[in-house]
């Protein structure tokens, strides 16, 4: 497969060991949290927010987020008054889907931010 860097794999903790859950995550590029300009404190609280023009595998893909890790997901405006950071799920103008950190209520990105090649709900 070409075009990708690595893999997000998600698994969940059984009796018997660890069980791989879909979706499989084929990582395009990453921007660590040490390369953007904003530094700050970390965050107090968690949200997963869309962008209202993110296609319908960013927002499963969020909702899957806010699942596995037991944290909401919000519109940004319902998340702005309440949380400190959001896990922001938005589209590229390449229709690829995009996971970045960015601080509330100013929206302002810290990172990481993961540039998503394909993701497969099918695969583990």
Same mark, same amino acid.
């Given at each position: 497969?070409?075009?990708?860097?690595?893999?997000?794999?998600?698994?969940?903790?059984?009796?018997?060991?660890?069980?791989?859950?879909?979706?499989?995550?084929?990582?395009?590029?990453?921007?660590?949290?040490?390369?953007?300009?904003?530094?700050?404190?970390?965050?107090? !609280?968690?949200?997963?927010?869309? /962008?209202?023009?993110? +296609? =319908?595998?960013?927002?499963?893909?969020?909702?899957? &987020?806010?699942? #596995?890790?037991?944290?909401?997901?919000?519109?940004?405006?319902?998340?702005?008054?309440?949380? !400190?950071?959001?896990?922001?799920? /938005?589209?590229?103008? +390449? =229709?690829?889907?995009?996971?970045?950190?960015?601080? &509330?209520?100013? #929206?302002?990105?810290?990172?990481?931010?993961?540039?998503?090649?394909?993701?497969?709900?099918?695969?583990?």
């Amino acid at each position: 497969m070409e075009g990708w860097i690595g893999k997000i794999q998600f698994f969940l903790v059984k009796e018997t060991g660890l069980a791989p859950v879909p979706p499989l995550v084929h990582i395009r590029g990453i921007k660590l949290r040490r390369e953007f300009e904003m530094k700050t404190k970390r965050a107090q !609280s968690l949200v997963i927010t869309a /962008s209202s023009e993110s +296609s =319908s595998h960013g927002k499963k893909v969020g909702e899957f &987020l806010a699942d #596995f890790f037991n944290i909401p997901m919000l519109s940004v405006e319902q998340a702005v008054s309440r949380y !400190s950071a959001s896990m922001y799920i /938005s589209t590229n103008t +390449s =229709s690829r889907i995009i996971i970045t950190f960015v601080i &509330l209520p100013e #929206f302002m990105e810290i990172g990481p931010r993961i540039s998503v090649a394909e993701i497969y709900f099918d695969k583990v």
